[in-house]
């Protein structure tokens, strides 16, 4: 049975990233609505996010930009992410999901991964982690409280953010 889920879900894993690899960098879908239509049909929900330095309250790399596709599925407790980003000074080192609407910094409520050194430059990662059902379900039911932020050697505090909605 373990491996029967294993199995199961490395398949759905493989699948969700291949299906992002269709994505060309930094370009949005044809329809973010057909997308969560499509989920909702699943019990997930998916989320683009385009991610700038402009959107940070209190600065960030204003050259930086990234886009990153979530799916969140309450019932295994999971939420997988594909992320790429460019032209961000020093090193990434951390991807959370904080709650707070657009304009204000909030705690941290989804690590994603933390006291990492990837390359700045240019860098797509892929990967799921396991978050509380209560959690994943705030986001799905108002996900105009939180933003996406990515956080770097030089820029601590968020180098680049967006907001879910």
């Known amino acids: 049975?373990?491996?029967n889920k294993s199995v199961r879900t490395r398949g759905w894993v493989v699948a969700f990233l291949a299906s992002i690899v269709a994505l060309p960098l930094l370009a949005g879908p044809a329809s973010a609505a057909e997308d969560r239509t499509?989920?909702?049909e699943y019990g997930h929900d998916q989320f683009s996010v385009y991610l700038t330095g402009d959107e940070v309250r209190?600065?960030?790399d204003r050259d930086g930009?990234?886009?990153?596709?979530?799916?969140?599925?309450?019932?295994n407790e999971r939420v997988c992410y594909v992320i790429t980003w460019r032209r961000l000074e020093g090193e990434v080192t951390a991807l959370h999901l904080?709650?707070?609407?657009?304009?204000?910094?909030?705690?941290?409520?989804i690590d994603f991964f933390h006291h990492e050194y990837f390359d700045g430059e240019r860098r797509t990662i892929a990967s799921c982690v396991h978050s509380d059902r209560w959690?994943?379900?705030a986001v799905i039911?108002?996900?105009?409280?939180?933003?996406?932020a990515v956080h770097t050697t030089a820029h601590e505090a968020s180098?680049?953010?967006?907001?879910l909605a």
């Not at 930009?65 to 019932?75: S, T, V």
């Not at 904080?98 to 409520?109: E, N, Q, T, V």
């Not at 039911?141 to 996406?148: C, G, K, Q, R, S």
Request: net charge negative; aromatic share 12%.
């Open 159 to 163: 180098a680049i953010r967006g907001q």
């Open 135 to 137: 959690k994943i379900l």
């Open 98 to 109: 904080h709650a707070s609407p657009r304009r204000s910094d909030g705690p941290l409520w």
């Open 58 to 60: 209190d600065g960030g």
């Open 1 to 3: 049975m373990l491996r």
């Open 65 to 75: 930009q990234g886009f990153a596709r979530l799916d969140f599925d309450p019932e």
């Open 38 to 40: 499509i989920a909702h």
């Open 141 to 148: 039911n108002d996900p105009f409280d939180f933003y996406l």
